[in-house]
């Protein structure tokens, strides 16, 4: 069984900063694009950042140049440093995993559990 635990949301003064991380569990094998989505109430979750297990990046044009995404293949850990932080970033921030490989088996998907960030003064 997969897991992804995220970690780091909170509250945050417009301007600021937060790091958020996200671990997989499981005897994990190989993790193939790994990334965030976040969700805003009354809205679709949309794609923020992604990373490929070469370092290869996408961003949502709302946080470009304000958010960085990383990851450390070897800790199966994917992280994305929020600066520069908008009443317009607050959402459930959401870690997602694609094309993870265990013994004997495949998943194609895994969602964490989600993290909330709120940017308010």
């Known amino acids: 069984q997969v897991q992804l635990v995220e970690s780091g949301g909170g509250l945050v003064q417009p301007g600021g900063s937060l790091r958020l991380s996200c671990a997989a569990s499981?005897?994990?094998?190989?993790?193939?694009?790994m990334g965030w989505y976040r969700q805003a109430p009354g809205t679709d979750r949309e794609l923020v950042a992604r990373?490929?297990?070469?370092?290869?990046?996408n961003y949502a044009d709302s946080v470009k140049g304000r958010f960085t995404i990383s990851r450390d293949n070897a800790k199966k850990t994917v992280f994305l440093q929020m600066n520069s932080l908008e009443p317009e970033d607050t959402a459930v921030y959401y870690c997602?995993?694609?094309?993870?490989?265990?013994?004997?088996?495949?998943?194609?998907?895994?969602w964490g559990q989600g993290t909330l960030v709120t940017v308010s003064s």
């Open positions: 990373i490929t297990s070469t370092g290869s990046t």
């Open positions: 997602n995993a694609k094309d993870i490989m265990i013994p004997n088996q495949r998943y194609l998907e895994v």
């Open positions: 499981g005897r994990i094998f190989t993790i193939g694009v």
